[in-house]
């Protein structure tokens, strides 16, 4: 009988740790900051289907970065969470603490029990009544959480994302700022000149506070045209690979402009 | 709701459904109210709800309840409300045993918000009429010891670009109805006042003005129905589905039309026959 290989617990969870780092880090990078009148989310992503930035519950939201699949069912599990949390109590018992904590502890024992940790990184996202309220929790692979003030970058080059949010974010940003420095801050590269980003490359959304009910909001390429200060005309070539995806995504683009 | 690591159940994660009542089915079956068994004998006497009224008109639909709530003999509450939204595009009335009822409601409510939030898009407004009449149906066991629900859903079709209206029988059946249809005990009384009132392509105002007429005609010949309450000023709900999608009615433009009901039931009246 062969004796298995002994390997140290801190190599193990030194392997896996390497392992979900480098699967996150092919990935794009996801921003979330805070400005007056909610919180703003802004990612790469070209497909108008797939998305990274999702809502979750009245007031809260999801944004991730990562493996699709894994993800996906991660956030499908948060918005039967939410809803059946929901409807046993009262939708105002309804937080994104709970929400981070339960994504926590399953994180964690994937990253500790399963042969193959999650590569995801997630932000959940509450937003409050005035600012001093929103809430922004940020989860890696092993389950570890972090209490975020004002913004969050996560993905590939996390670390050159938040050093250059920390340099132009500040308290009481407008929307449209906001969304510039994320955007700012997606297309710059560790070296060269910064990319420009297109309305139609981006997936936009917002949490927002001065709606009544649900706060979260998707921002269609248009509005995030004017947004950025580009004329819409700019994506056309994009605009017209996205309408394969069938007439679904504008059903949907078009409630969420309603209140 | 987690289990013992503190990690979210199976059930969460599983792949699959977009419908909360299927996952809440797989999950824990005892919340919902097709998972309970009811014990033999006859249910205590318990508040009902009422009048439910609908009609189309140019460019949508209007849906309005009255107010009062019965318990036997017995006015269980006065301002009651029995229209609801189900969601952005659509809005559903209900008659019947108020608690379950409610119930009702609120999960039909949710299955449209949970598939919408999961899917990106929203059920087309047969796909809701279906899933309605699903719920409906699976609460067959509890009408048949006479605890009926009877729901009135109505929206504007997205892609038809109109609006409808579907009524439903204890039994699941799904009927689609044209212009006008009323449910609840006042129900032949307001179908019959719809019957006259009624005309294709009417304004939302006169739409409007003619779901409260149905109304105050059904609170005049049935106890159950209550009609608007000037001394309280409790007016009945009245709900409008356009392609701008639900509005419920101002209370303020509620007391306007139910003084100009009033003006012209006084006009016709001719020593108690007022209409």
């Keep these: ?259 | 709701m987690t289990d013992s690591h503190g990690r979210l159940p199976r059930s969460f994660t599983t792949p699959g459904t977009s419908s909360f009542l299927d996952f809440l089915a797989h999950h824990d079956p005892s919340l919902l109210p097709t998972g309970r068994t009811l014990p033999a004998g006859d249910a205590p006497a318990s508040t009902h709800a009422t009048t439910i009224v609908a009609l189309t008109f140019d460019g949508g639909i209007v849906m309005a309840g009255d107010r009062r709530a019965t318990a036997g003999s017995m006015i269980a509450s006065r301002h009651i409300e029995k229209v609801f939204p189900a969601d952005e595009y659509s809005a559903i009335g209900i008659a019947g045993t108020a608690g379950l009822a409610l119930e009702l409601v609120r999960l039909f409510q949710l299955e449209l918000e949970h598939y919408e939030k999961i899917e990106g898009t929203l059920l087309s407004l047969d796909g809701k009429a279906n899933r309605l009449a699903t719920m409906v149906r699976g609460s067959l066991g509890l009408a048949m010891q006479g605890l009926a629900v009877v729901p009135l859903f109505g929206g504007y079709d997205l892609q038809r670009g109109t609006g409808r209206m579907f009524s439903f029988d204890v039994t699941g059946g799904r009927y689609e109805e044209l212009e006008h249809h009323a449910v609840g005990s006042g129900s032949v009384f307001a179908r019959g006042s719809l019957k006259k009132l009624w005309w294709p392509g009417m304004p939302a105002s006169d739409a409007v003005r003619t779901a409260v007429h149905a109304l105050v005609d059904a609170a005049d010949d049935d106890s159950a129905t209550g009609g608007p309450d000037t001394v309280r000023r409790i007016w009945p709900v009245v709900a409008v589905v356009t392609a701008e999608g639900y509005r419920r009615v101002a209370d303020d433009t509620l007391a306007e039309v139910a003084a100009q009901v009033d003006g012209m039931r006084r006009a016709t009246e001719s020593g108690g026959g007022a209409r």
Excluded: C
């Design chain 1, 1 to 259: 009988m062969s004796m298995p290989f002994y390997v140290s617990p801190e190599q193990l969870m030194k392997d896996r740790a390497d392992y979900a780092r480098k699967g996150i880090a092919r990935g794009r990078s996801v921003v979330v900051l805070a400005y007056d009148e909610g919180i703003a989310f802004a990612t790469e992503n070209p497909s108008r289907a797939l998305h990274k930035i999702s809502e979750i519950y009245d007031r809260i939201a999801f944004a991730a970065v990562g493996k699709y699949n894994e993800f996906e069912n991660l956030r499908v599990a948060g918005v039967r969470y939410a809803d059946l949390r929901g409807y046993s109590y009262d939708r105002q018992d309804v937080n994104a603490r709970g929400l981070a904590n339960a994504y926590a502890q399953t994180l964690g024992t994937v990253f500790t029990t399963e042969s193959k940790p999650l590569e995801v990184e997630l932000v959940v996202a509450e937003v409050g009544h005035v600012a001093e309220e929103d809430q922004i929790y940020r989860l890696s692979y092993d389950g570890s959480v972090a209490d975020e003030h004002g913004f969050v970058a996560m993905g590939g080059q996390a670390e050159q994302l938040t050093e250059r949010l920390r340099e132009g974010w500040a308290p009481g940003l407008d929307l449209a700022g906001a969304v510039r420095l994320a955007v700012d801050v997606l297309g710059s590269q560790p070296e060269g000149e910064p990319r420009v980003l297109t309305p139609g490359q981006l997936e936009v959304a917002v949490l927002d506070r001065t709606r009544s009910r649900r706060a979260f909001r998707r921002v269609a390429a248009p509005a995030l045209g004017t947004l950025l200060g580009q004329p819409a005309g700019d994506d056309a070539p994009t605009d017209g690979a996205a309408t394969t995806d069938g007439a679904a995504p504008d059903v949907s683009a078009a409630t969420d402009e309603r209140g």
